[in-house]
């Protein structure tokens, strides 16, 4: 019984053992062991189980090797392994079944220059693995200097200690520096400040061997420094975290050019409280005042929340302005902000004269603009457009600018029509409009019964000194038009291309001003007018009308 017992024991897995392993081997390159299963006495035993082949002593993941084999009934495992972490007493363990062996030390030493690596405070260097390092950073105070590393590493993270490398760090705050340092030993330690607080990171790159590849930090959140400024902004202008300008007048802490201001119109007004770099605090409770130049509405201070107060104000004259902010609790004050108030169109005074023509007269359009003070506004645009009827804007009235007195002055004209109507005119001015109308007649019915139509007649020096002969088209056609004396000898003749003033379908009009076609006065009398219309042998319009001159 005791011999059986003996058999069985010394049958039995005891532990593992490893061939030797020569030094140096090299990370990331595979090398052949051999691993027993071995019984108490030493002697390989068969062995059916699984066991597991790692590094000890590693506390994170990732280092090669850590495999499962197989023996099969087999006294040993023979196989290819890969060592990922450098160093000078490396072992192998294999664990199975409660059993363990380990290996002889050797040597690892570091595979070829690959990357760069930056380890943050609170990560730790994880040499071995592809990562490099374990941990989440520690947030950093903007401001405040901190110390992180720098390594340069073989594809497994191990350093290489054998090139000191210049390398370039830069990051993803825009206000914070861009350094140049050189590695000592494949290692370099930095000493840096984020301004801007959010969440930033490093690239660090190689100068001297452009083949290294560079590296991208993990995240590291940068929370802001003690609250000790005010920053206003106005509408048009941006937070600028981290700013470095130091000059006020280029209105450090903020971007942008503040939009224009209109007179007795409100606008919003930012003020945050911001640490020593312009980064918005979370600071709450303390009462905040604004005041500013002429014409500020001083309005109620605000308690900060979160690091902001709000206000609405305006300004009631124009001009170049400034405003201001205060920390009533902590005497803090901002820098002057400047901003310019315009005054914009709220009323019209508007005069239409006269308020009814007829085809081919002229109404004048009188306009004076005001503001919300009701006081005129100089050099404002005014638009006019025509937005029901025929009529139209003579051209170089369409947009003109006020005088001094805020007044200005459009024309309005139709040059045909074929029924009375009522025209409706927009005049506008900033973003303040106003519709007028003018009403348009025919001054005789019998004109769309093709009849000619003289007014006023007569003429000259009794009433103006021009008359207007309206009549009407059933289409485009060239126009023949002649005045003759009374002994029949022509004093004026004008043709009149088909689509022209007077050559169109509609109502159409001409004027004479009693002058020949030398320009000279006509005599007083009577004269004869004929006007045909005509296209190719058709002949559409042909009348005579007589009309008196009288100077």
């Known amino acids: 019984m005791i011999h059986l017992l003996t058999f069985l024991l010394i049958g039995q897995l005891d532990h593992f053992g490893f061939d030797n392993i020569t030094s140096p081997k090299t990370a990331g390159v595979y090398f052949q062991i051999t691993v027993y299963a071995l019984n108490s006495a030493g002697q390989p035993v068969p062995y059916n189980g699984s066991a597991r082949i790692y590094i000890p002593n590693i506390s994170y993941p990732g280092v090669s090797p850590d495999t499962t084999v197989y023996f099969n ?85 191990n350093r290489i200690t054998s090139t000191d490398d210049s390398v370039l760090c830069s990051s993803s705050d825009g206000f914070s ?98 640490d020593s770099m312009w980064n918005k605090t979370g600071v709450s409770g303390y009462s905040i005042g604004l005041s500013g130049s002429s014409g500020f509405s001083n309005p109620s201070p605000q308690n900060l929340q979160n690091g902001v107060a709000q206000f609405t104000a305006n300004f009631s004259t124009s001009g170049e302005k400034f405003l201001i902010a205060r920390d009533l609790n902590n005497n803090f004050i901002s820098y002057d902000n400047f901003l310019r108030v315009v005054a914009r169109a709220s009323n019209f005074d508007i005069v239409v004269n006269p308020d009814t023509i007829s085809p081919g007269e002229i109404a004048h359009l009188n306009v004076t603009v005001y503001d919300r003070n009701n006081d005129p506004i100089g050099g404002k645009w005014v638009n006019f457009s025509v937005v029901g009827g025929h009529g139209y804007i003579i051209p170089q009235y369409d947009t003109v600018q006020t005088n001094n007195q805020g007044f200005c002055q459009s024309q309005f004209t139709i040059t045909s029509g074929y029924f009375n109507e009522l025209d409706s005119i927009e005049i506008k001015a900033d973003n303040y409009a106003e519709t007028t109308t003018v009403y348009v007649i025919i001054p005789d019915s019998s004109v769309m019964e093709g009849n000619i139509v003289a007014y006023p007649n007569p003429f000259g020096k009794i009433n103006q000194p021009y008359t207007r002969f309206v009549y009407f088209l059933q289409q485009n056609c060239n126009i023949i038009f002649s005045i003759y004396d009374a002994f029949g000898n022509c004093v004026h003749h004008e043709e009149i291309p088909a689509g022209q003033n007077g050559a169109r379908m509609g109502i159409n009009h001409l004027i004479w001003d009693g002058k020949n076609d030398k320009g000279h006065k006509v005599a007083s009398g009577v004269y004869y007018v004929l006007i045909k219309g005509y296209f190719h042998t058709n002949v559409f319009l042909e009348k005579r009308i007589m009309v008196g001159v009288i100077w």
């Open 73 to 157: 009934g087999n006294s040993s495992w023979q196989g290819n392994i890969m060592v990922s972490i450098a160093g000078d007493n490396i072992t192998l363990k294999c664990e199975g079944e409660g059993k363990v062996g380990t290996s002889n030390p050797f040597q690892v030493i570091p595979n070829s220059p690959y990357r760069l690596l930056a380890i943050l405070p609170g990560q730790n260097y994880a040499p071995g693995s592809q990562s490099g390092r374990t941990g989440t950073p520690s947030s950093q105070q903007a401001g405040s200097f901190f110390d992180f590393t720098i390594y340069l590493t073989d594809r497994w993270s």
């Open 177 to 274: 520096p861009i350094k140049g340092l050189r590695l000592n030993n494949g290692i370099a330690n930095i000493n840096y400040a984020f301004r801007t607080a959010t969440t930033q990171k490093f690239f660090i790159h190689d100068v001297t061997n452009s083949s290294i590849k560079p590296d991208t930090s993990s995240n590291l959140y940068v929370y802001p420094g003690p609250y000790n400024r005010l920053l206003v902004l106005l509408p048009g202008e941006n937070h600028l975290p981290g700013d470095t300008t130091s000059n006020t007048a280029y209105t450090p802490g903020k971007s942008g050019i503040p939009s224009e201001q209109y007179v007795l119109e409100d606008f919003n007004i930012m003020v945050y409280a911001t």
